[in-house]
């Protein structure tokens, strides 16, 4: 079955109209002289997009590529304005970033729940001819037409909203990981690229309430940060994470020199990662060496982890996400890096 997340759109957007002015006259008995009575136009609606919780994809868009607001009202006589356009507001998932399809430029970052952007405004209604009358003219039959509303079209783009993002190459175990540390239940198998989109995960860290959001993207090949294999196209999904962690298949540790082995796929994964963008490289991050039950060896096993930290240049933890070993200290190590990055 195909996946129903889709994490870019665009839309085309259009503003109602504001409603034309009214040409009218008072026509009572025993006032002959009666004088001009025509109400404005009512402003067109706004299109406003606004952030719901209750959404993680941008699917709808898909089946909707045109929006448009209300038009205002026409005006009246006896000075009666016209009823304002209904604002249509759209709901969009949170960490929606708006782009102006034509020019690139940000329209907005919607981060918050109930967080809004006018995107594209209500024309103005026009003036009756009551708004026209003066000393040497009581009787203007002048009147105007309501401005048009706005237009344009609008890229989205969503970016998870996650404090750690999973990184590593594909079967390195970062979906069996988010499993056993979170209730995130994205499916795993034996063979590469079984995630084929984002999945964010609660991780319950302590006993007092204490929680922080992971996120895993598919896994990364080499060339991903120029387009190559799954990686690229979620990539976007880390930019707004404090911390990135890498994560590590150990039970490579056997293959030869050539093969690279874990150190090899550390340091081609961050290349990629570090490659993509500049954001990427002010991250504070960790690695985790994963599937150390698959490794015959403990005196290798601690030699690799030794040579990972001069490599990495940091602390390397070792576990077994499909064992649970090690999480424990993973998982405090991650609360450590987020109080550093948030202090």
């Not at 940000?106 to 009358?133: P, S, T, Y």
């Not at 609008?154 to 970062?174: H, T």
């Not at 599937?291 to 403990?298: E, Q, R």
């Not at 424990?328 to 550093?340: E, K, M, N, Y």
Request: neutral net charge; contains cysteine; charged residues 25%.
């Amino acid at each position: 079955m195909a996946s129903r997340f889709i994490d870019r759109a665009k839309v085309y957007v259009r503003a109602g109209d504001g409603g034309h002015g009214c040409v009218a006259f008072r026509r009572e008995k025993y006032v002959p002289f009666g004088g001009p009575a025509g109400g404005d136009g009512g402003d067109g609606g706004n299109v406003i997009f606004k952030v719901s919780s209750d959404l993680n994809t941008l699917i709808d868009f898909k089946y909707r590529p045109h929006l448009r607001a209300a038009k205002g009202g026409h005006g009246q006589g006896d000075r009666r304005t016209g009823k304002k356009g209904e604002d249509l507001v759209v709901k969009v998932p949170p960490g929606t970033v708006l782009y102006d399809a034509d020019t690139g430029e940000l329209i907005a970052d919607l981060v918050h729940e109930g967080q809004e952007a006018v995107v594209a405004k209500g024309g103005k209604g026009g003036r009756g001819n009551a708004r026209f009358a003066t000393a040497k003219n009581r009787a203007p039959r002048r009147f105007e037409e309501g401005s048009p509303g706005e237009e344009r079209a609008i890229r989205l783009e969503l970016k998870s909203i996650a404090d750690v993002g999973l990184v590593g190459l594909p079967n390195a175990g970062k979906s069996t990981l988010l499993r056993a540390i979170s209730r995130a239940r994205p499916e795993v198998a034996s063979y590469p690229f079984t995630t084929l989109t984002p999945h964010l995960g609660v991780v319950e860290a302590d006993d007092e309430g204490e929680r922080f959001v992971v996120a895993d993207i598919p896994g990364l090949i080499e060339g991903a940060s120029q387009g190559k294999g799954l990686g690229f196209e979620f990539l976007r999904h880390i930019e707004r994470t404090a911390v990135l962690l890498y994560v590590v298949d150990g039970s490579t540790l056997s293959q030869s020199e050539t093969a690279g082995g874990p150190i090899g796929d550390f340091v081609a994964v961050r290349r990629e990662v570090l490659a993509y963008s500049e954001q990427m490289k002010q991250k504070q991050s960790l690695v985790a060496i994963n599937k150390i039950d698959l490794v015959d060896s403990n005196e290798a096993l601690l030699e690799l982890k030794a040579q990972m930290e001069r490599v990495a240049g940091k602390p390397v933890y070792l576990i077994s996400a499909a064992g649970k070993t090690g999480l424990d200290s993973l998982i405090q190590g991650i609360r450590d890096v987020l109080a550093a990055t948030q202090g």
